[in-house]
């Protein structure tokens, strides 16, 4: 009889989230449910279909002002009140699986209301390295706050890491972190879907620089302001008729309040991300943050087309610049790959097959799934 798994997770399987969740949860769930008697326990607004598992409701975020001023973090409020935590423990002591399996630090105070070692955690980020970034790049009371709220996440993740059975992240850089912390780490790889229809390089037309992200987080939102206002002016200095296209949750108010080029199309949510990939000259996807992995990367490599990474978006991949996405870390670096890339289309066609060859190799959700699996396969 297959092992009971109990899956806990702020985003549930199948629900509209507007970030990169909403993409993981479905296929993780549908994979975990062949291997385990799974069950997943989510707060849900709305309700989301469940094949092959059982979807357990929890009760939804009901955010307050008071929320910003408690032991949690109120990063983790937002997505997490503390009647969902209550409810987990409750459904533990129901269903008695045989092993309890959270994802996203926002979980975190039900796995801290278990025992410890009996149960695992997925860090998507390192939240301590974004946190803290997050605050030395505020001023003012906000800064002020964001400190109190960088502590808070600190506190919070080494307590899981320390009490976790296993942590699992996406790049080595986090598993050193962890290891170094008293944590057991294992690195697992994103998982993505090849899109049908592969990337070649557009015709005519102005060209596009494509940021495709959930720019209603602040890391996202940073690094789009960082790609307008000091990359582009490098771009446009060499290649004026160039559109810089920002997509995604967030980014049609992203740069309100600013003086905006019209040579920026500020788009917002769009059906496909895929479509979006296909159709631009080149993809950008930097991180200003050590941490993580970012599948705007993953999904732009998928669809073949040719990415510029910086170092911190770079380093899960471990692959030499120009094989597979260029690197750029000064502004006028990431620039100066862009304008390459624009300028040098059979380039561009090359290295963005090499990675597309590469996600196909590394990043299919069956290998995905399977490394998960058997991580938790060894602690059941």
């Excluded at 955690?121 to 964001?146: I, M, N, P, Q």
């Amino acid at each position: 009889m297959p092992r009971r798994l109990l899956v806990v997770t702020p985003y549930a399987p199948g629900g509209s989230h507007f970030h990169a969740a909403a993409d993981l949860a479905g296929h993780l769930a549908d994979g975990l449910a062949r291997d385990f008697e799974l069950h997943v326990a989510a707060p849900m607004g709305e309700p989301a279909e469940a094949v092959g598992f059982r979807l357990h409701t929890l009760p939804a975020p009901a955010f307050t002002k008071r929320d910003y001023f408690g032991l949690l973090p109120a990063a983790t409020r937002m997505d997490w009140p503390a009647a969902a935590t209550a409810a987990v423990l409750r459904l533990v002591r129901e269903i008695e699986p045989d092993h309890i399996h959270f994802e996203y630090l926002q979980s975190a105070e039900a796995a801290l209301g278990l025992d410890d070692g009996t149960w695992s955690l997925t860090l998507h980020d390192v939240g301590e390295r974004v946190f803290s970034d997050r605050a030395k790049a505020a001023t003012g009371l906000e800064g002020v706050y964001r400190r109190l709220e960088s502590v808070r996440v600190r506190r919070i993740e080494r307590r899981v890491i320390r009490s976790a059975g296993r942590v699992f992240v996406f790049a080595e850089r986090d598993a050193s972190h962890v290891r170094n912390l008293g944590g057991n780490p294992q690195v697992i790889r994103v998982g993505t879907s090849l899109p049908p229809v592969e990337w070649s390089h557009p015709a005519d037309g102005h060209p596009v620089l494509l940021f495709a992200a959930a720019m209603s987080r602040d890391v996202n939102a940073r690094a789009a302001r960082w790609l307008v206002h000091e990359v582009m002016p490098h771009v446009w200095a060499n290649i004026p008729e160039v559109r810089l296209r920002l997509v995604g949750d967030g980014s049609d108010q992203i740069l309100a309040g600013d003086p905006v080029d019209d040579r920026i199309e500020q788009v917002g949510r769009v059906t496909s991300f895929d479509a979006e990939f296909v159709a631009a000259s080149v993809v950008l996807a930097p991180s200003l943050v050590g941490a993580g992995v970012l599948l705007k990367a993953v999904k732009g490599m998928a669809a073949g087309a040719p990415v510029v990474l910086t170092s911190h978006s770079a380093a899960p991949f471990l692959s030499a610049n120009g094989e597979i996405a260029l690197v750029g870390d000064t502004s006028k670096q990431f620039a100066s790959a862009a304008v390459y890339l624009i300028q040098n289309p059979e380039e561009a066609s090359a290295m963005g097959k090499r990675a597309r060859a590469f996600v196909a190799e590394n990043h299919s959700w069956p290998a995905a799934v399977r490394a998960v699996s058997d991580g938790l396969v060894g602690l059941s």
